[in-house]
């Protein structure tokens, strides 16, 4: 099992351009998350899917869009990426008792 | 998240204990979590207590658990300098679909 997986792991964009970061998971979990990780101030809920074909915002979901593609795909996609987005982001996916996370996705905005 | 809070920085000699607090206001916790993060890496997942437990030991780690002061710590026996790294305590509410994480307390082991 590869778990959690991520792509890219780093990315440079520029103020107003758009990109989706991927995610996908091999559990057969139903529940999935979109974290920012920025210092000092934990991690941050951005969105959340329950099952396939739900979605709700979480703690920060100004600026983001996501898309549950399959049980196994959970997107995270900025329109008009702000520098206010540099953050390291973080998909997981959850069983009953345990929350497994990928290895994070380095974003610049420049 | 407010409402998971940890100390910053920890700082221990190789081959100390190590003890990391966190305290967390919600009384209708069901699981308590401890993860590590080493730099650059994901968030890996160390151990989990249940509400109704005290105490759960893991080899070198020992969690205990005082629900009256609302108390979570992690105990790492013999410190190593692998064990450098940043340890989040996070909670799981009963009607919250997602855990809410602390901000991390960061461990420096001093060789």
């Known amino acids: 099992n590869a778990g959690v997986t991520q792509t890219p792991k780093f990315q440079v964009l520029k103020t107003g351009q758009s990109m989706t970061l991927q995610c996908a998971q091999d559990?057969?979990?139903?529940?999935m998350y979109w974290y920012r990780q920025d210092p000092g101030m934990g991690l941050r809920l951005i969105y959340y899917?329950?099952?396939?074909?739900?979605?709700d915002k979480g703690e920060v979901p100004n600026g983001y869009n996501v898309s549950r593609l399959n049980k196994r795909e959970f997107s995270l996609r900025l329109e008009s990426a702000a520098p206010s987005q540099t953050s390291v982001y973080f998909c997981?996916?959850?069983?009953?008792?345990?929350?497994?996370f990928g290895p994070g996705t380095r974003l610049t905005v420049t | 998240g407010e409402d998971v809070e940890q100390s910053l920085f920890l700082s221990v000699r190789e081959g100390d204990s190590s003890v990391i607090n966190c305290t967390y206001t919600?009384?209708?916790?069901?699981?308590l979590y401890w993860y590590k993060q080493e730099p650059g890496a994901g968030l890996q997942l160390l151990t989990y207590?249940?509400?109704?437990?005290d105490m759960k030991q893991d080899q070198r780690l020992t969690v205990l658990l005082n629900k009256k002061d609302k108390h979570l710590s992690l105990r790492i026996a013999d410190t190593q300098t692998g064990d450098s790294a940043i340890y989040f305590c996070?909670?799981?509410?009963?009607?919250?679909?997602?855990?809410?994480f602390g901000s991390g307390t960061r461990l420096q082991v001093q060789p």
């Open positions: 919600d009384s209708s916790s069901t699981y």
């Open positions: 996070a909670e799981s509410i009963t009607g919250r679909r997602a855990l809410t």
């Open positions: 997981a996916s959850r069983s009953p008792y345990e929350q497994y």
């Open positions: 207590i249940f509400s109704n437990m």
């Open positions: 559990m057969n979990h139903n529940s």
């Open positions: 899917s329950a099952s396939e074909g739900t979605t």
